[in-house]
């Protein structure tokens, strides 16, 4: 049988600093395909081992039922001539009908009631990738979503989860030991009463068969090289289809140059793969040819040995069926091995993504006990994007003073969001640390740190559900205190949304089930910082709070931030910097370094950068 074989993955040069692991993404489970269809089967085993056990032992029953069946055949064809002849009683001849008639309808009725358990355990295989799929999102570390191979492994991970999928799977894999041992028995036979006939047949059987193998590995490592141009043709897609971009297609004509760009991607796919199936349908008429001319020249043999008294008359028959059996048992194996193969090197994808890394270190040392996490520290962090050639963050060193409200400004792309995730525990440095408390971030329990911390991101997640469970998820454990939920929609904002809104705390806002809504740019913002006050923490984090809200709402929610923050370390970023001069200090990024520091008035009268930015903005409002 020829194996399949991964090919060497390229993976891109990194300098050690680079801010991830060199060895992403880990190299496919040596061995091939026998491997991880061996380590897809303990999963099944560790999923339902009753079950699983169940159905393949009666897939073995199953697979020795044509062995069975050939040898009775015999038995029988030799005891009708008896019976012609008047030395066989008729009895024995139906008893050996009456045997063969039993194993038929055994083996016929085991099929169906196969179903039921391997149903089952098709469920609980179903739920047990779910978890896996999600609980490794969660463990593995922000920076790897940074990565555009990622989502290449995360898309072909997925497919593994789609309709159908691990039933076709199983069933295949299932279908392998009952193949082998019909092969097995059926070999015997024949092999006993002709050892070249058995090697004739089983060469014509498996040309064919093994050709699908190596042509299927074809087909799976073209259609891996496409997925980078396949996940780039669905977003086209997406976006001609979207409701969200629907009115910016439309604005800039951009229809036309979209289905053109979407045309090209899909007949670029769709010609390499009809150069491939082409060629592929052409070998294989070729050797199935061949493979019939074998299959005639063993049945000739066959008679020949018959006629020349080699063979019984009742072996003769024996044979034939056997034949017939040997050959669709052979191509039903390396079938069976061919459609199985290609799903299990999805499979062997699905184990590539479980085997990720950098995952987020499980435990560590608690925060100091009460509510604060002390002083915060940064220590000469610097933090490169994976796959980027220059660093976001440049020997960054900073403190923040516990109960102390900081403003964080600069322009776009000078580094503010990435050094929030930092000080978050979000992303690692690539260089230097963080310390609450005096303790190293990264050695402390992640968890409980972030209980102690709530941020609300310019990015804010629009969760399809409703208002009160998009604002009671920033604690989740007190989703259903309606009290809690008002409170900090009071705080953030969010009360004046509800109060607009036909159920108020309970409309959903989405547009995508029936009875729902959708909300303004404006008030999506509420609705985020209401979902940041949600969290009573000892560390707030407002990341471009009001960048959808008017004057007079962004006013309001620097009134309820000032309010919140008193007590509380607070780390502001904004564009506006008139909302600096709410905190005690204001800290100025520009391209991934720290330049300035100071409070307002001490900037100002610098006549730095800070003070550049003040005189662009404050000039509009002379």
Known sequence: MVPLRWPRLRRPAVRPDAGYDPNFPPPPPRGGVGITMARFLVWMLQTDTPRTLLVLGVELAIGLCPAATVWIVRRAFGDALGVLRGTVPAATLFQWLALWAAIATIQHALFPLLEIPLERLRQEMDDSLQHRLQAKAERLRLEVFERSDFHDILGRAREASGPGFFLNLMLGLLRLPQAAATIAALAFIVGRWSPALLAVILVAAAVTPLTEIVQSRARFFLQRSQTATERLRNYLGEVLTSRHAAKEVRTFELASWIIRRWEGLYWTVADANHRQNRNQSLARAGLQSLSFVAVAAGLGYAALATATGRLQPGQFAAVLMA????????????????????????????????????????????????????????????????????????????SLRSGERIALVGENGSGKTTLVKVLTGL?????????????????????????????????????????????????????????????????????????ALPAGYGTPLTRVFSGGTELSGGQWQRVAVSRGFMREAPLIVLDEPTAALDPQAEADVFRRFAAMAAGRTAVLVSHRLGSARLCDRVIVLRDGELVEQGTHDELLAVGGEYARMWAIQSQWYR
């Open 323 to 398: 034949l017939q059996g040997l050959q669709a048992a052979v191509g039903g194996f390396v079938g069976s091995f061919q459609f199985t193969g290609e799903r299990v090197l999805k499979i062997a994808d699905l184990f590539v993504y479980l085997g990720l890394g950098p995952e987020e270190p499980e435990g560590g040392d608690r925060p100091s006990p009460g509510g604060s996490l002390g002083d915060i520290v940064v220590e000469q962090v610097s933090f490169r994007y994976p796959q980027r050639p220059e660093p976001a963050l440049r020997n960054i060193s900073l």
């Open 427 to 499: 992303f690692r440095p690539t260089q230097g640390c963080v310390r609450y408390g005096g303790r190293d971030l990264w050695t402390l329990d992640l968890r409980a740190v972030r209980d102690r911390q709530a941020a609300v991101f310019q990015d804010h997640v629009h969760y399809a559900f409703t208002l009160g469970e998009n604002v009671g998820y920033g604690r989740a454990e007190r989703l259903d205190d309606p009290v809690a939920v008002e409170e900090a929609s009071s705080r953030g904002g969010a009360d004046d949304v509800a109060r």
